[in-house]
């Protein structure tokens, strides 16, 4: 694949950014592309490997070594073409994903791997720059009807496959816009929304009807759903964890998805009232994961005194750990652009108590460190050390700590059971709830997870509706073992 001595010749490069000082002033994207001549050297470092592991390291399977040899031999359209075979969304993977193909890769056990990511994102803006991207209605309609709750990838993905098989389906958004947590949790400076439209309208001209401000069970009885022939539950792991701290009622102690859906609906005219700002406060991230890191590139945005963050788990090692060898995922350091932003990081650091005024404004965090005990057998035990506690000044602090699962109205009022995480219940590779003509995929299937793996589950999932509704599918799939089956 690629160049038979590409790996040798030419070096990793990524995409650069604009300075710091530039990018902080607005939310618009601020990656620099690299040249289509350094992209055809990028595809080129791809090695005929024997097994190309990036394969079972991305969850949709992608046909790697095969887009990105089309890239080397500066054949775009054919890569677009492999590339949106197994990605409905490439432009979203392409800017969000962290990619566990790369961490995968043959070439990375001995160099830096190739830039696959990159090389994705390239492939499917070239694809619409050139207008290769164009609707796909099926030719036929089978007069099957599917309600999908639900608009983030998962539901975006199950939609456009079902749709594909030419079945009439509806999306049902309880936001005022479609894309779930790509809408208003992802900051616009990692993806701007018109990336999200473009595709929504690709959608739309394919017959897909998107509804908007429908919460299903709320403000739209779920007996209403009766009249679809199937339903795929896609609504997300969305209820978001707290902590059991004194001092969490505070005013100043905000959920990160808050702070971040704010932000952007403000950044596109939407009302917001009494909008969280970070402007000369004294800001403390709780949680080192993306979403505690766009907080952090957020918080620079606004304009914060001082941005500070805390992790309870251990630091990082700078490289691969042993403890996680290739092609594993690796426990490893992970520097983002908000971190190179301005952040003081912290690790092995436990919030005792919130400290508030007189007035119940939080003023301050009281902290202190911790370790971990391993005992073979038993759960890691954290162990606080004493005379280690510390109080930080604090005007406003973030609760970037995750999501428990998904919100269980759905689930009660159409009787779907659930896991023992609070999840939907439905077998991986199946989809199917204990209600048989109700499918759920996803992070409310499986928990929060990744933008590639929703988008995986949704393809999934629509199979195996397809499958339910017509007792064959034309859908193409991935069996468990990552390899694509026939269609």
Known sequence: MGKVTGFKEFERQDEKYTSVKDRIKDYKEFTVPLSD???????????????????SGCPLGNLIPDFNHMVHQGEWQKASWLLHSTNNFPEFTGRLCPAPCEKSCVLGIIEDPVSIENIEKNIVERAFKEGWIKPQPPKTRTGKTIAVVGSGPAGLAAAQQLNRAG??????????????????????????????DRRVKILEAEGITFKTNVNVGVNYDVKDLKSFDSIVLCGGATERRSLPTPGIDA?????????????????????????????????????????????????????????????????????????TPWPFWPLQLKTSSSHQEGVQRNWLINTKEFIKDENGKLTALKTVNVEWKMVPGQRPQLIEIAGTEKTWP?????????????????????????????????????????????????????????????ISEGREAARQVDLYLMGKSELPSKDVTGDLVAM
């Open 37 to 55: 001549k350094e992209i055809t050297k990028q595809g080129s470092r791809c090695m005929d490997c024997g097994i190309p592991f990036c394969h």
């Open 167 to 196: 079945h009439t389906v509806t999306v049902f958004e309880r936001d005022d816009e479609v894309g779930g947590l790509l809408r208003y949790g992802i900051p616009n400076f990692k993806m701007e929304k018109g990336i999200i």
């Open 251 to 323: 005013d100043g102690v905000v959920q990160a998805m808050d702070f971040l859906t704010q932000q952007t609906k403000v950044l596109f005219g939407k009302e917001v009232k009494n909008q969280v700002m970070a402007t000369d406060k004294n800001v403390i991230v709780i949680g080192g994961g993306d979403t505690g890191s766009d907080c952090i590139g957020t918080s620079n945005r606004h304009g914060a005194k001082s941005v500070v963050n805390f992790e309870i788990m251990p630091k990082p090692p700078g490289h691969r750990s042993p403890t």
């Open 394 to 454: 604090c005007d406003l602090a973030l609760l970037a700590l995750g999501f428990t699962g998904p919100e269980s109205t759905l689930a009660d009022k159409l009787g779907i059971k659930k896991d023992a995480r609070s999840n939907y219940k439905a077998e991986y590779g199946k989809y199917q709830t204990n209600i048989p003509n109700i499918f759920t995929a996803g992070d409310m299937r499986r928990g929060q997870s990744l933008i590639v793996w929703a």
